[in-house]
């Protein structure tokens, strides 16, 4: 397994507060690994340090073994894409024009917009399926529309890395499922992609690769198959529960055994 | 790609063509304002005699005054109005509010603060010792404003408002123990354009239009920092670096139109209003079309200045703020008190 993505020994913090210490962490190349934890476990914080939104205080963030704080902002840019939680859509603007600025890292003064631009545009469009909402404004758009707005200016950077900060979470479950194979798509076209889930079963479901965190430690990481037990759900959510196999796809599905009396 | 993957009909190339059109019938009719403008006053010259004048030059009467007064002070009124225009918008677009003006950097209070103080130590008595000590008045307020505020757009705004209401108290009381000093500001700051083409103004000019054209270099980044500030630093634009040159450009523009002109409100918050539906959303043409549309504001409001009264000419900040008045009603219900 090779990973290009890595996080050597990174301590994390806010201000005074600490929220992972001497972490560390591959990516596997072209997997689709998912980052679960209890709330307040530190697995977007790790997200943003892979992205540089976020210094490590100790430790380094390394892409191809160099750190990424060395990398100029636009070489970063067209390697690492990142999708936050709250994302701003301006007022008045279109989808298309909002998708298109996924292609700033690769312009620039001098090069402004390209056939190249525009062909990413359109693919990424498709890709994201939203080819039909392409002249309506996206304050107008529903949820799930949405999301998938976003990602679509995401895969206009064409980056080889994608990553998702809770990209279900304000979606009903038929859009998070929509959301979640397309995820794997363009994982199987050969994107790396990163995400922190809130729901372990589409974790162990999607992921190739899962990440279990709790107090900004990585309990246990690897297959899900070959983690996730009962013992491991103990561990990381302090929950009670019995493993079975998902009925449709066989990977584990946590079934917690607590019930109101 | 299939037919049934490709964009709808009237994709980018018809919206920008749109746009482009829009753009060359606000260039047209900046020109036709201009003309008249230009060609409006105590001597009235004939449109074809304006045009003749700025592009045969023959020294006629006419074509003196067209040459020597009345065009710089269309230019002079031009450069203001886009100043003060595309200052609102960075501002605006800076802020994400679109109820925020140039003023609330402490820009204006700064230039009326040194005027003031000036007049009070002889040091402004002509309008070019004004002139000075209002550029010296907006640059200083403005560097003290992004010092303290730094980093944090919120905390900037509110440094700026703070500043505004300690220098204009200040000053206000120099000037209410002082008449002389009272009569001299009270020249500067009604907001005139009159008298003041007659001024050394290729420093302020020059200031504004490398400011303009940096404001439309700049729109790409501030249309990535509208998706805020982690999709735009993921997207590698340099977040600190652009709201930085914004602020700068802002204090510049403002603070070279308020040098020149005095304090003229609102259109710096009106002529981005104007100019966001067509823009729909994008800061390079927001900036483009406000650099059209203020002049046209600030020339027309001009004219009208010199031309509503039978006794003689109006301040245009009297002009525009005649306007602005309704704008600001109608802005404040179009975009809900959450606005502010």
């Known amino acids: 397994m090779?990973?290009?993505?890595?996080?050597?020994?990174?301590t994390?913090?806010?201000?005074?507060?600490v929220v992972a210490t001497r972490l560390s962490l591959d990516i596997p190349d072209g997997a689709f690994t998912a980052v679960v934890g209890p709330n307040a476990c530190g697995k977007s914080t790790l997200l943003r340090s892979l992205v540089r939104l976020l210094r490590p205080a100790e430790g380094r963030v390394e892409l191809d073994g160099r750190e990424v704080g060395s990398y100029p902002s636009k070489e970063l840019a067209r390697q690492v894409g990142f999708l936050p939680q709250d994302p701003l859509a301006p007022e008045d603007v279109k989808v298309r024009q909002l998708v298109a600025r996924g292609r700033y890292p690769h312009q620039s003064l001098l090069k402004l917009w390209s056939e190249r631009d525009e062909d990413a545009v359109t693919g990424a469009m498709a890709a994201a399926g939203?080819?039909?909402?392409?002249?309506?404004?996206?304050?107008?758009?529903?949820?799930?529309?949405?999301?998938?707005?976003?990602?679509?200016?995401?895969?206009?950077?064409?980056?080889?890395?994608?990553?998702?900060d809770e990209p279900t979470s304000f979606l009903d479950i038929t859009h998070q499922y929509q959301l979640l194979c397309l995820l794997a798509e363009l994982r199987d076209q050969g994107r790396t992609v990163i995400a922190v889930l809130h729901d372990i079963n589409q974790a162990c479901r999607f992921a190739d690769h899962l990440v279990a965190m709790r107090d900004g430690r990585v309990v246990a990481e690897g297959r899900p198959a070959d983690i996730v037990d009962a013992a491991l759900i103990k561990d990381v959510f302090d929950l009670p529960s019995v493993i079975v196999p998902d009925p449709v796809t066989a990977t584990p599905m946590v079934v917690p055994t607590l019930q109101g009396e | 790609m299939t037919a049934a993957q490709r964009p709808p009909a009237g994709g980018r190339a018809a919206g920008e063509a749109r746009r482009i059109g829009l753009l060359v019938g606000g260039l047209v009719l900046l020109a036709a304002v201009a003309v008249v403008s230009i060609g409006v006053g105590a001597h009235r010259v004939p449109p074809a005699e304006v045009v003749r004048a700025l592009f045969d030059y023959r020294g006629t009467n006419d074509h003196v005054i067209v040459r020597d007064v009345r065009a710089p002070r269309a230019l002079l009124a031009a450069a203001v109005g886009a100043a003060l225009a595309v200052g609102g918008a960075l501002i605006q677009t800076l802020?994400?509010?679109?109820?925020?003006?140039?003023?609330?950097?402490?820009?204006?209070?700064?230039?009326?603060f040194a005027v003031t103080v000036g007049s009070a130590l002889g040091l402004a008595g002509g309008q070019g010792g004004q002139l000075l000590c209002a550029v010296a008045g907006s640059v200083l307020a403005a560097l003290l404003v992004l010092a303290v505020g730094r980093r944090a757009p919120l905390r900037l705004v509110l440094t700026?408002?703070?500043?505004?209401?300690?220098?204009?108290?200040?000053?206000?009381?120099?000037?209410?123990?002082?008449?002389?000093?009272?009569?001299?500001?009270?020249?500067?700051?009604?907001?005139?354009?009159a008298g003041r083409e007659q001024e050394p103004l290729t420093l302020p000019l020059a200031a504004i239009g490398v400011c303009?054209?940096?404001?439309?270099?700049?729109?790409?980044?501030?249309?990535?920092?509208?998706?805020?500030?982690?999709?735009?630093?993921?997207?590698?634009?340099?977040v600190a670096r652009t709201q930085i040159v914004t602020l700068v450009l802002i204090t510049v523009l403002s603070g070279a139109a308020t040098a020149v002109a005095g304090p003229i409100l609102f259109v710096g918050l009106i002529v981005p209003h104007l100019a966001r539906r067509p823009a729909a959303g994008s800061a390079p043409w927001l900036m483009?079309?406000?650099?059209?549309?203020?002049?046209?504001?600030?020339?027309?409001?001009?004219t009208a200045a010199r031309v509503l009264l039978p006794t003689g000419e109006m301040p245009v900040a009297i002009v525009t703020a005649f306007l602005g008045g309704p704008m600001l009603i109608w802005t404040v219900r179009r975009y809900g008190?959450?606005?502010?």
């Open chain 1, 2 to 10: 090779s990973a290009r993505l890595s996080a050597r020994d990174i």
């Open chain 1, 12 to 17: 994390l913090r806010y201000g005074d507060r």
């Open chain 1, 130 to 164: 939203v080819t039909e909402l392409a002249d309506r404004p996206v304050q107008e758009l529903s949820g799930g529309q949405r999301q998938r707005v976003w990602i679509a200016m995401a895969l206009a950077q064409e980056t080889p890395y994608l990553l998702l």
């Open chain 2, 95 to 112: 802020a994400r509010n679109p109820l925020a003006e140039p003023g609330i950097l402490g820009v204006t209070a700064g230039a009326g």
């Open chain 2, 160 to 193: 700026g408002v703070a500043l505004t209401a300690v220098l204009g108290g200040i000053a206000l009381g120099l000037r209410l123990m002082n008449p002389d000093v009272f009569d001299a500001y009270r020249f500067w700051s009604v907001g005139t354009l």
């Open chain 2, 212 to 238: 303009l054209l940096a404001a439309l270099a700049l729109g790409r980044s501030l249309n990535v920092l509208a998706l805020g500030e982690s999709v735009a630093q993921t997207l590698g634009a340099g």
């Open chain 2, 288 to 302: 483009a079309y406000s650099m059209v549309l203020g002049p046209i504001l600030l020339l027309a409001a001009d």
């Open chain 2, 337 to 340: 008190a959450g606005a502010l």
